[in-house]
Every structure is written in C-alpha cells, then in structure tokens.
C-alpha cells in the first residue's frame, strides 16, 4: 500500500514557477513509477509526465514538454514536478500517482490506468 499526498499548488500568474511535491508513504517507493496527471473543470484528466523507478527514464505530455520537469528522491520517498512558464491553462487540479507496473518504454506509463494509487490532489490556477 502506498498512500500518496501533494503540496505546492497555489495562484501564480502567467510566466511563473511552480513545483509540485507529492510524499509517499512505504518502504517500498522506490519500486514504483510515479506520474503527474491534471484535471481542469469540466475536462478529463490528463497526463503531464511520468518517471521510472529508479529516475532514469522520463516521459511528458507534449503540452508541457520543455517547461515542466519530474524528478524523484528516493531517500525522501518524494516526487517532485517542476513547473515553469506557466500558462492561463495549466490550471487543474494536479495529482500524482503510483504504478506497480513495469514496462521498458515510458511512454507506456502515460495511462492513467497503469496506476494503482492516487493522491488528493493539489490546486493549480494560473491567472493574471
């Protein structure tokens, strides 16, 4: 079992940075991929970015590609998503995720139904 929470969101304008955290609860963290999914009012949730579990291998959502970063810290049993030049529509509700599953490429991780555990959810707007 893994019990999952996020901090870090907050109301930032157009162009600022965030990052987003998500602790984990444990001992066995370090086994799971972890993902970064978002859900904007009246849309479907989405993914932005997944990481293996050792940090090696990262994949992203093209509408992020090249602002947003994922990293982890096993020792601290954290995720971390960093967020910069954020725009009006990067606002959602952001959640991490953890997956159980293996698969060589990444990419595969970028479905919502590879993960097996989910956090609350940290606000995100980002408004001028």
């Known amino acids: 079992q893994v019990q999952l929470v996020e901090s870090g969101g907050g109301l930032v304008q157009p162009g600022a940075s965030l990052r987003l955290s998500c602790a984990a609860s444990g001992r066995t963290f370090s086994t799971y991929a972890m993902g970064w999914f978002r859900q904007a009012p009246g849309k479907e949730r989405e993914f932005v970015a997944a990481i293996r579990w050792s940090g090696s291998g990262t994949y992203y959502a093209d509408s992020v590609k090249g602002r947003f970063t994922i990293s982890r810290d096993n020792a601290k049993n954290t995720v971390y998503l960093q967020m910069n030049s954020l725009k009006p529509e990067d606002t959602a509700v952001y959640y991490c995720?953890?997956?159980?599953?293996?698969?060589?490429?990444?990419?595969?991780?970028?479905?919502?139904?590879?993960?097996?555990?989910w956090g609350q959810g940290t606000q995100v707007t980002v408004s001028s």
């Open positions: 995720a953890a997956s159980e599953e293996w698969f060589a490429d990444t990419a595969y991780y970028s479905g919502s139904g590879r993960y097996s555990y």
